[in-house]
């Protein structure tokens, strides 16, 4: 896995918090392929648990063809598998800041540089249009994430048969 240089940068994070709404609060950044390639399970797998799990969802960039993507879930939209707001605070975000270490954080946050004047900003190719990149990455994996999306939903469709 290519290294990311390290933007993380939690004394800049905590002041923006006190004065503004954080990167974090306003939405969920977008997880790579990559990033659900860490172990020695196949992506389909580690995909299938993560969105299982309800705490990450399938979003969408609106362009020619349509292009998937994976975030974290928004809290209050938990358990949705497939859920197409840009906006709503991440489900990862406690009160000491993420949940994950930072080289476990989706690949769309830790390319986000903290400023201490602004909104922060995203490097490389993230910076020429976030969402879209975002869904770029995963354009590959379209058939992967809709046979997945439909294993849960089939297996969610037998369990409240069986309730």
């Not at 860490?38 to 797998?45: Q, V």
């Not at 928004?74 to 840009?86: F, M």
């Not at 489900?91 to 400023?115: A, H, N, Q």
Request: with cysteine; aromatic share 10%; hydrophobic share 35%.
């Amino acid at each position: 896995m290519q290294q990311i240089e390290r933007y993380e940068n939690p004394k800049i994070c905590r002041a923006c918090a006190k004065k503004h709404t954080t990167c974090c609060q306003s939405s969920p950044g977008i997880a790579s392929p990559k990033d659900f390639r860490r172990n020695h399970k196949s992506l389909e797998e580690n995909l299938y648990v993560a969105l299982k799990s309800g705490l990450w969802a399938i979003d969408w960039y609106a362009a020619s063809p349509i292009r998937y993507f994976i975030r974290p879930a928004i809290k209050g939209s938990e358990g949705e598998l497939w859920h197409g707001a840009w906006g709503g605070e991440c489900v990862f975000l406690t009160e000491s800041g993420c949940k994950f270490l930072y080289e476990e954080r989706p690949e769309g946050c830790r390319v986000l540089i903290p400023s201490r004047k602004s909104h922060c900003g995203a490097v490389g190719e993230w910076s020429k249009g976030y969402k879209k990149h975002g869904a770029d990455l995963w354009l590959l994996y379209k058939k992967l994430v809709e046979k997945v999306s439909d294993r849960i939903a089939v297996e969610r469709t037998k369990d409240a048969t069986i309730s």
